[in-house]
């Protein structure tokens, strides 16, 4: 079974930086692709960025040269750096995971979820 776990959302000023991170169960991060999801209430789980075993990395437009995923698999943690926030970023973030190297932005396609991390920019 695998277990996620956020932390590091709060609140920030435009133009500030976080960084998100999710504690994983076992050795997810050397078997899944691991993402980061964010979702406002009323609209659908929107897919971040993703990073698979093999460190390939995506993002969606939005998040391109502000965000960055990244993970450490000595300590099983996942990251997300956040510069330049703006307050469209304003969201709940998710850690999710899927075992195997086939990686997407689709929240269907990740069974295993972790609680979110509220991240407020005003």
């Known amino acids: 079974h695998v277990q996620l776990v956020e932390s590091g959302g709060g609140l920030v000023q435009p133009g500030g930086s976080l960084r998100l991170s999710c504690a994983a169960s076992?050795?997810?991060?050397?078997?899944?692709?691991m993402a980061w999801f964010r979702q406002v209430p009323g609209k659908e789980r929107e897919g971040v960025a993703t990073?698979?075993?093999?460190?390939?990395?995506s993002y969606v437009d939005s998040v391109k040269g502000r965000f960055t995923i990244s993970k450490d698999n000595a300590k099983n943690t996942l990251y997300l750096q956040m510069n330049s926030l703006k307050p469209e970023d304003t969201a709940m973030y998710y850690c999710?995971?899927?075992?195997?190297?086939?990686?997407?932005?689709?929240?269907?396609?990740?069974?295993?979820w972790g609680q979110g991390t509220q991240v407020t920019v005003s």
């Open positions: 999710a995971a899927r075992l195997g190297a086939y990686c997407s932005l689709r929240s269907s396609d990740f069974p295993y």
């Open positions: 076992g050795n997810t991060l050397t078997s899944s692709c």
């Open positions: 990073i698979n075993s093999a460190e390939f990395i």
